[in-house]
């Protein structure tokens, strides 16, 4: 059975963490390892992440230090990890079987690299954005799967490395465009909604956000060489814009 670690990124959000850490619970599937990269927080957070180690039925390590920012913080937690499938978790589970699931498809795709799903992005009123990019196609078509979902065999990351804290936002969509750039990796898709994202992140906060994202995502583009980096710009923010107006 494939061990899946799941690396969790925080700093002051004991509230947010401890919903996360009760998704992450109740999970069927038996090999999960808990990976809880901390970053000095001061509020209750180490808390919570001590309490969850002692009680959790999962095998829980973590570590609080400085870093520069969430993808230095996501870096060191993957130091943590030692599982074969990687996935990056700061949100909610919608289901108790959304693991199992994902594993699941990898497991009946062998050639793939490894799966992703749907989300929603949400406050606690409400849906603001569905991400649904169904199976995967071109980059040249603004198609990128959304990182959350993402379940990642680990050779992937011995592969291609980790992620480039010279990007403020967009260090994600960098790292996925690097690997899905080689058109023999391939991933497999699971057309449920398996994850609500927590809504007001760094790069959903604000139209600035918005804005270095998409100037972020350019350089991107341009640095793994991709061509037409405008157009593919263009189609990527139409499929953002429509995302809003799909919710449910």
Not at 165 to 194: S, V
Request: proline share 2%.
């Amino acid at each position: 059975m494939k061990k899946v670690s799941l690396i969790l990124t925080t700093y002051n959000s004991a509230g947010n963490l401890a919903r996360t850490l009760a998704s992450i619970e109740c999970q069927d599937y038996p090999d999960i390892e808990v990976n809880i990269k901390d970053g000095g927080s001061t509020d209750n957070t180490l808390q919570i992440i001590r309490k969850y180690e002692n009680d959790s039925v999962h095998d829980v390590h973590w570590i609080t230090s400085a870093d520069t920012g969430i993808y230095d913080a996501m870096n060191q937690g993957y130091g943590l990890a030692t599982g074969d499938i990687i996935v990056f978790f700061n949100d909610l589970f919608l289901c108790d079987d959304a693991v199992s699931r994902m594993v699941r498809v990898i497991e009946e795709t062998p050639e793939c690299v490894g799966a992703h799903a749907d989300l929603v992005y949400a406050t606690d009123e409400r849906v603001v954005r569905s991400w649904r990019m169904g199976p995967q196609r071109s980059l040249y078509l603004g198609w990128m799967p959304g990182h959350p979902t993402l379940f990642l065999k680990r050779e992937i990351y011995e592969k291609y490395g980790l992620y480039n804290t010279d990007y403020r936002i967009a260090a994600d969509y960098e790292f996925m465009i690097r690997f899905l750039k080689d058109r023999g990796n391939r991933l497999a898709y699971l057309p449920a909604t398996i994850i609500r994202m927590y809504y007001g992140g760094t790069s959903t906060s604000d139209t600035g956000s918005y804005m270095l994202s998409l100037r972020e995502g350019h350089r991107a583009l341009k640095e793994n060489g991709i061509k037409a980096a405008a157009m593919i710009d263009i189609l990527r923010t139409c499929r953002v814009l429509w995302q809003f107006v799909a919710r449910r």
